[in-house]
């Protein structure tokens, strides 16, 4: 399934990729089979580097590997449940560049919400992370250089309703980011969020779906009506998109931009 175009949504304007060579760099990219991972994990690879592509999804993986072919950069599959906290640490060891990027969404209200699925959102998408960057910073330090890219959310600096352990994690990782960025500064490394609004992902056309179902209302509705009701631009956002922002703040242009967020959220969190 696609998910509908708003009425009236402008193009998406074509931009030349960032011109970046990451040969001899390794790159951790978590959540790497499908969506904004999977975009990461080719362009970071297009740029040159080692990809060690990190998800609990075999298929995805493989299919991953085999879209790499031919690329400047290698694309190495690692099947990986980010529960298991000790091994996703150990996984990060050696890690020149570190995308944090898997994550889940169960949207119920409060009451509703399993807290089951509630301490696993928070430990895939806020507890990971903190492992990860954990094994990737000796590395880093020892090296003089690093780079560690949050996949946050416009739902790291905004709340919505029916979202609680979403939102609880991604403002979590704001706040880990941030620390990560002040403890690092002074051996090279980096920390920075990167907030999309809503991205053209299976995650969010599954949102689209089961909202319009619910609702018993054309999906474009939901779009524009729910999803992007608080984004001036309307349209979602493509993962091609949010990997160029990563490759960006890869560059030596960036090397000053730590400790912040990067909203690409057309226009939302200007309310």
Request: charged share 20%; aromatic share 4%.
């Amino acid at each position: 399934m696609t998910a509908p175009t708003a009425p009236g949504t402008p193009p998406r304007p074509d931009a030349s990729p960032v011109a970046l060579d990451l040969g001899g760099r390794t790159a951790l990219v978590t959540g790497a089979a499908g969506g904004i991972g999977r975009a990461c994990a080719l362009r970071l690879a297009a740029a040159g580097a080692k990809v060690m592509a990190v998800d609990r999804d075999h298929e995805g993986l493989e299919a991953l590997a085999a879209h790499s072919r031919g690329l400047a950069g290698a694309v190495e599959p690692q099947l990986l449940d980010l529960t298991d906290l000790d091994a996703a640490e150990a996984a990060a060891a050696g890690a020149d560049i570190l995308v944090n990027n898997a994550g889940l969404q169960l949207v119920r209200p409060i009451e509703e919400f399993p807290p089951d699925v509630f301490h696993t959102v928070l430990t895939v998408m806020l507890e990971a992370p903190f492992r990860l960057i954990r094994g990737a910073l000796p590395h880093m330090y020892a090296q003089g250089w690093g780079r560690i890219i949050n996949i946050s959310s416009v739902h790291g600096l905004r709340a919505s309703a029916f979202k609680s352990a979403y939102v609880a994690a991604k403002h979590g990782l704001e706040g880990l980011s941030k620390t990560a960025a002040l403890e690092g500064a002074q051996h090279g490394v980096t920390s920075v969020c990167v907030n999309p609004g809503y991205v053209r992902t299976p995650l969010v056309e599954k949102q689209i779906a089961d909202q319009a179902a619910a609702h018993s209302v054309a999906e474009d509705r939901v779009l524009v009506d729910v999803l992007l009701k608080d984004s001036a631009i309307k349209r979602l956002v493509e993962p091609e998109e949010v990997a160029e922002a990563v490759l960006y703040l890869c560059t030596p242009q960036a090397s000053f931009i730590t400790g912040t967020s990067l909203a690409l959220d057309g226009g939302w969190t200007a309310h």
